[in-house]
Each structure stands twice: as structure tokens, then as C-alpha cells.
């Protein structure tokens, strides 16, 4: 099966709220509202949902993902999906700095 142009997905984790406790999270997310949900944002030619399993299987994870990822959060991401590379690459930054924007701490690659 060949995939077309418009293969790519932005997701949102919500992480544990444990994971402020991370020095390297909490340096990162200064000021952030502690009473919000934190999230990790990202991109991906998988769906979310297998990408998901492999962030939590360990493979080609993010640390943040894989031990403090809880669950997706599709009302975040969903009406952006599918788009092209080049739009996804944008979205993630921009999703992740209008979360950021509203107090939540967020990991983004």
C-alpha cells in the first residue's frame, strides 16, 4: 500500500501529573499552571494510536511518553488530521505553543 501526501498526524499525550517532579520537565515548563493537565505533542507518519503503543512498548520513544504518558487526547488533535509533512511539522509547534500559551506544561520534540 503506497500512503499519500497526506499522511501525517499531530497527537496529544496527557502525561502524569508525576511528571513535574522531573527536573529536566519542570526546568522546560516555567510557570506553567499546576492544577492543568501537562501533555506531550508530537508528529507522526503512524496514526496516533500506533504510535501511541510504540511511545509506551519503548520503541523509538520518548522518555517522557514512555513512562509518564497516561493517554491520547483526540479532542486536542483530531480535526487537524491527516495533513502533509510540511503542515504537520507546523502544527506540532504551533499546538504546542497554544497549550503552553494556556498553562499547561507540554514536551514537544
Known amino acids: 500500500m503506497v500512503k499519500g501526501k ?4 499531530i497527537y496529544v499525550i496527557e502525561l502524569s501529573p508525576a511528571v513535574v517532579k522531573n527536573k529536566r520537565f519542570a526546568k522546560e ?3 506553567f499552571n499546576p492544577f492543568l493537565p501537562c501533555y506531550y505533542v508530537g ?3 503512524l496514526t ?3 504510535r501511541f503503543e510504540n511511545h509506551k512498548k519503548g520503541y523509538k520513544s520518548n522518555y517522557f511518553v514512555h513512562k509518564y504518558g ?3 487526547v ?3 488533535y483530531s480535526r487537524y ?4 509533512y510540511k503542515k504537520a511539522a ?8 497554544a497549550l503552553r500559551h494556556r498553562g499547561h506544561g507540554v514536551w514537544q520534540n
Open 70 to 72: 497516561m493517554r491520547l
Open 29 to 31: 515548563n516555567r510557570g
Open 90 to 97: 507546523e502544527r506540532e509547534v504551533l499546538l504546542a505553543n
Open 6 to 9: 497526506d499522511h501525517y498526524y
Open 43 to 45: 508528529m507522526t507518519g
Open 74 to 76: 483526540p479532542k486536542i
Open 81 to 84: 488530521n491527516p495533513m502533509s
Open 48 to 50: 496516533p494510536e500506533e
